[in-house]
């Protein structure tokens, strides 16, 4: 029979303050028609640093206070409409990117390589749901577009600033990994 897990008051304060890194990190943002922003970044550290089972919990939080309409989206922007109009499809998708994660990368001592692995399966799920979502709701308020053109908007633009962000947040969590534990734990709590 599996143990239930409990949070700990330091996991639920480490969920907390990677929640805002993530929100701190979506108001850091070039706007466009999908924004340019460092929400991936925060994802990642988030992932990384907490493991799979709290870094889900932080992007859940992330994106339960931005549905209840706390302004923590691109745009210190919010609410139910944000994540039900065009680019609410990547937000969501940031879910599913947690999700590959924990899935992917359960072991108690994660490489920067399999950390990186697991990061970039959930980052392509991240782009295939979001780029599906873009597409339909685009498609219904504007007309029909082609995938390629869903693709040229949506994901080729921000595949080099990702791969940058994504070796960025590496390095950070190789960093602050040496000195901070951030609450992990055995493989089995994860």
Do not use: H
Not at 59 to 77: K, Q, R
Not at 110 to 135: D, E, P, V
Request: charged share 10%; glycine share 12%; hydrophobic share 50%.
């Amino acid at each position: 029979m599996k143990q239930k897990q409990n949070l700990s008051t330091a996991d639920m304060s480490y969920i907390a303050m990677m929640t805002v890194v993530i929100a701190v990190c979506s108001w850091i943002y070039v706007p466009s028609a999908v924004p340019f922003t460092m929400q991936t970044f925060g994802v990642f550290c988030a992932l990384g640093l907490l493991g799979g089972r709290r870094g889900f919990l932080a992007v859940l939080l992330y994106v339960l206070m931005g549905a209840a309409g706390l302004p923590v989206f691109s745009g210190f922007t919010g609410g139910l409409g944000q994540l039900l109009g065009p680019t609410g499809g990547y937000i969501l998708g940031f879910l599913l990117m947690a999700l590959a994660y924990r899935l992917t990368d359960r072991r108690p001592e994660r490489s920067l390589k399999s950390m990186a692995a697991a990061m970039l399966l959930g980052l392509a799920l991240c782009y295939a749901f979001g780029t599906a979502w873009f597409t339909f709701v685009y498609s219904r308020a504007s007309g029909p577009i082609g995938p390629l053109t869903a693709l040229a908007w949506c994901v080729f633009p921000f595949l080099l600033p990702d791969a940058i962000k994504l070796s960025l947040a590496l390095l950070l969590i190789k960093t602050l990994g040496k000195y901070i534990k951030f609450g992990r734990v055995t493989n089995s709590e994860r």
